[in-house]
């Protein structure tokens, strides 16, 4: 199967694209897309890969599901495209930076600055249909995500995890701690951070901290 995407993701995942359930999970999301309204658009299925290099990502944020509200999803996790009002998520990872790091809070949603500078923001599940959080989980894009861990924690060294909330604690079992940092706390939801699970856990810093001392740039947050 020739899946479009960027070079070296594309060589580092080749043997995915032939499997049994990527065969199915592409038939799946093909007739969503055909059927039903489903987020993001589907050039932006794999943004987030096609936006930073396996071979420059030096951050990884972890996020669930894409935004399921109209225009809100571009295939960054908690990211929305200039012009859309934050989701509650976004809100609080801003003001989080803004404790953490002093950074004022933007009135741009869009973390496209992010991914340019090697922060991989990866949903694990990379479709969703409209008004339905969680519809297309379980269809294989779990199992795809898992790969592109993985291939992270096996091929890379030195890289920032970022795992918020319990779903992403999981999923990050899959990464050798002794190469690579993980950071860990609740979700920037207001759901989880409202029970004091999210603010102060100083991400931000702690991983420019982490990369200025492997001799890598810090991200500009």
Same mark, same amino acid.
């Given at each position: 199967?020739?899946?479009?995407?960027?070079?070296?993701?594309?060589?580092?995942? $080749?043997?995915?694209?032939?499997?049994?359930?990527?065969?199915?999970?592409?038939?799946?999301?093909?007739?969503?897309?055909?059927?039903?309204?489903?987020?993001?658009?589907?050039?932006?299925?794999?943004?987030?890969?096609?936006?930073?290099?396996?071979?420059?990502?030096?951050?990884?944020?972890?996020?669930?599901?894409?935004?399921?509200?109209?225009?809100?999803?571009?295939?960054?996790?908690?990211?929305?495209?200039?012009?859309?009002?934050?989701?509650? $998520?976004?809100?609080?990872?801003?003001?989080?930076?803004?404790?953490?790091?002093?950074?004022?809070?933007?009135?741009?949603?869009?973390?496209?600055?992010?991914?340019?500078?090697?922060?991989?923001?990866?949903?694990?599940?990379?479709?969703?249909?409209?008004?339905?959080?969680?519809?297309?989980?379980?269809?294989?894009?779990?199992?795809?995500?898992?790969?592109?861990?993985?291939?992270?924690?096996?091929?890379?060294?030195?890289?920032?995890?970022?795992?918020?909330?319990?779903?992403?604690?999981?999923?990050?079992?899959?990464?050798?701690?002794?190469?690579?940092?993980?950071?860990?706390?609740?979700?920037?939801?207001?759901?989880?951070?409202?029970?004091?699970?999210?603010?102060?856990?100083?991400?931000?810093?702690?991983?420019?901290?982490?990369?200025?001392?492997?001799?890598?740039?810090?991200?500009?947050?």
């Amino acid at each position: 199967m020739n899946v479009k995407l960027e070079s070296s993701w594309k060589a580092a995942l $080749s043997k995915e694209f032939s499997k049994p359930y990527f065969n199915e999970l592409t038939n799946f999301v093909r007739h969503s897309y055909q059927t039903t309204t489903v987020y993001p658009p589907a050039s932006l299925i794999f943004n987030a890969l096609d936006s930073c290099p396996l071979t420059e990502t030096s951050v990884v944020i972890l996020g669930q599901d894409p935004y399921h509200g109209a225009g809100q999803a571009h295939g960054l996790s908690f990211s929305v495209p200039e012009g859309i009002s934050h989701p509650p $998520s976004l809100v609080n990872i801003f003001k989080e930076l803004k404790t953490d790091i002093g950074k004022v809070y933007p009135k741009n949603g869009s973390l496209n600055s992010w991914a340019s500078q090697g922060v991989l923001l990866l949903n694990a599940t990379l479709t969703v249909a409209a008004s339905q959080a969680g519809s297309h989980q379980n269809k294989g894009w779990e199992e795809f995500t898992d790969t592109i861990i993985d291939v992270i924690s096996t091929e890379c060294k030195n890289v920032v995890f970022m795992l918020w909330g319990n779903y992403a604690k999981q999923k990050g079992k899959r990464i050798n701690r002794d190469r690579h940092l993980v950071l860990t706390s609740g979700h920037p939801s207001p759901l989880s951070a409202n029970r004091g699970l999210w603010f102060g856990n100083r991400h931000f810093s702690q991983a420019n901290s982490y990369l200025i001392s492997k001799g890598k740039l810090q991200i500009d947050w």
